[in-house]
């Protein structure tokens, strides 16, 4: 059974220039030990396409399922990691990641060891009563991500949660997202990846959702099997990056009988 189904999703928003068609007819599930990355030109909906799985948002049209259940309001077994970190300025480390947790009302003599334990398994020791401005962008990042796993999601979202990074701190964040994930002693079930870089989601995802550009359509899902870890400098691995890159340039098409639409001001990623 699939964790999520994502079936025949259209969004569409309005604003002063007429309805703006962000995707159409969009269709794919997300399997019990998935690592599942969408990848797609910019402005094509990848991140609200995670809104509208965590139920932030609505599809215009269409329905979201989880554990066959639809998503119609906020799923309290998703979790999200930003790239932005959000995290409240005002909050300690360890407020911030006990935040989640007070929201779902856990009692105060089980939040405490929950909280120590992600701050632990995210490399925060020692960081407990640090402010988000005396952190580095990949310490914040790790906050963020602790935030996320402190709530044992079923599943964690994650929007372009490398991007802002200095390549090392990501390549080292990315690593470590892959030891959690594979880890069965810890959350979550499944991981679903938002990203631009086509090399990531390679090292990353097990299966590739390749979107078009506005109004989005799936071109293809590709399938990973290259063996962990990979290697970014094999032949096989800059063949699978090409292939995801031509799918990406020559085929993002409109879809098929799709209207024109009015680019949007302020354009969803």
Not at 73 to 101: D, H, I, K, R
Not at 126 to 137: C, D, H, K, V, W
Not at 193 to 219: F, K
């Amino acid at each position: 059974m699939a964790l999520i189904r994502v079936e025949h999703v259209d969004k569409s928003f309005a604003s002063r220039h007429g309805t703006i068609s962000i995707m159409q007819d969009i269709s794919f599930d997300v399997k019990d030990s998935d690592f599942l990355a969408l990848v797609g030109p910019s402005g094509c909906g990848k991140s609200t396409m995670l809104r509208l799985i965590q139920g932030l948002d609505r599809p215009t049209k269409g329905q979201i399922y989880f554990r066959d259940q639809p998503v119609n309001s906020v799923c309290a077994q998703m979790a999200m990691v930003f790239q932005s970190f959000a995290l409240y300025p005002w909050l300690t480390v360890s407020e911030n990641v006990a935040f989640g947790l007070e929201a779902l009302h856990w009692p105060r003599d089980r939040m405490g060891p929950q909280v120590e334990r992600y701050i632990s398994v995210t490399g925060l020791d020692g960081f407990q009563e640090a402010y988000p401005r005396e952190l580095s962008g990949g310490m914040r990042q790790r906050v963020g991500l602790a935030r996320a796993l402190a709530v044992e999601p079923a599943v964690l979202l994650m929007d372009e949660p490398f991007s802002s990074l200095d390549p090392l701190t990501a390549e080292s964040l990315r690593e470590e997202v892959l030891q959690l994930w594979r880890d069965p002693q810890l959350p979550p079930e499944a991981v679903v990846l938002v990203t631009h870089n086509i090399e990531e989601a390679i090292q990353l995802a097990d299966r590739i959702i390749v979107l078009s550009r506005r109004p989005s359509h799936v071109l293809a899902e590709v399938t990973v099997d290259l063996p962990r870890p990979r290697d970014r400098k094999s032949e096989s691995f800059y063949a699978l990056t090409d292939r995801v890159y031509s799918l990406i340039t020559e085929g993002g098409a409109p879809a098929p009988n799709a209207p024109p639409t009015p680019a949007p001001s302020n354009p969803s990623s």
